[in-house]
């Protein structure tokens, strides 16, 4: 009968020859492999799309300023497509401010408007002091503005919905064609009472409201990208801390 035998091994992620020898035999596992190559790969590709994509934020004026830098071709078809944008958000682009609801008009200006557009509603707290609820009404007034094209409105949540929770405001309703496609009780889901505008941005992506290639939205890709870089470079440097 074979007895195990128990082999010294300081390191078996070390490259030494006794190692080699004892995976050779099966006796410590093979080195996993190092994470270093699908880093840099993701590295590689994300200064690739930077450079690709490195007119998207620019504006029609900064990209006569790049006359003398850029292809005159290349520089023509981005000032197409920003004007094409353009003319698309400004045509939609009938809002521009928080509508304060009244419930006998409740289905005219929200049932019936997200036929023709998304609408989302803040139901409030009635306490003056909530802190969601008023971090929410400063933010609705930035996205109204910021997006003209998408209605915002508010209503206190019991005078909407008689007996309606406390507990529940914030609550974020949105409407389009007529049916409610989402709804978050309170800001729970997406950053709490530290929520941002810039998760509220990245809502009105999730939903489909705003398109990712929407240029009022690419600095959220750009932070993204940046995040994604940083955690990889410092993967990396954590990696070749592991290796040494």
């Known amino acids: 009968m074979d007895v195990p035998v128990n082999v010294p091994v300081d390191n078996p992620n070390e490259d030494t020859e006794w190692n080699e020898i004892l995976r050779k035999h099966g006796i410590i596992p093979e080195k996993p492999p190092s994470p270093t190559p699908a880093i840099q790969e993701a590295l590689r590709e994300a200064r690739e799309r930077a450079y690709e994509n490195r007119l998207e934020d620019k504006q029609l004026d900064e990209l006569d300023e790049l006359e003398d830098e850029e292809d005159e071709e290349f520089l023509n078809q981005y000032r197409q497509q920003r004007l094409q944008e353009l003319s698309s958000i400004s045509k939609a682009s009938v809002f521009g401010q928080v509508y ?30 909530h802190g969601e609820s008023r971090l929410l009404t400063e933010i609705w007034r930035e996205l109204a ?22 507990k529940n405001c914030p609550t974020i309703l949105v409407y389009r064609d007529g049916e409610i496609v989402r709804q978050l009780l309170t800001l729970r889901e997406l950053n709490g009472s530290q929520t941002t505008l810039a998760d509220l941005e990245r809502f009105l992506v999730s939903i489909g409201a705003v398109k990712l290639s929407d240029s009022r939205v690419r600095h959220l890709q750009r932070e993204e990208q940046d995040r994604r870089a940083s955690s990889g470079k410092q993967g990396g440097d954590d990696e070749g801390d592991d290796w040494d």
């Open 100 to 129: 304060h609801l009244q419930k006998p008009d409740y289905a005219r200006d929200v049932t019936e408007a997200s036929h023709s557009a998304w609408v989302l509603v803040h139901l409030s707290s009635a306490m003056s002091n």
């Open 145 to 166: 503005q910021r997006y003209p094209d998408v209605k915002f409105c508010e209503m206190q949540g019991n005078l909407c919905i008689e007996g309606y929770p406390e």
